[in-house]
């Protein structure tokens, strides 16, 4: 289990978080999301098939491309 945490950026209320929170959720292999709209950021956490670059992709694909990866 690989989990990551992005900061986008382009999160500005709930309706944000939510549609982030679903679409991502539905990514095969991703088991959790919680987008925070305080702090801008996104925690995944995910294992096979999902990965990075799907998550990045489908991020910027709904209008929430990621400024940067947090290392924990």
Known sequence: ?????????AIH?????????????ELQGVESVKADEATKKVQIK????????????LLAEIDYPIEGLINL
């Open 1 to 9: 289990m690989t989990t990551v945490t992005y900061t986008v950026p």
């Open 13 to 25: 209320c709930g309706h944000c978080t939510h549609t982030i929170e679903m679409e991502v959720g």
């Open 46 to 57: 995910f294992d096979v098939p999902a990965n990075e670059e799907k998550i990045k992709s």
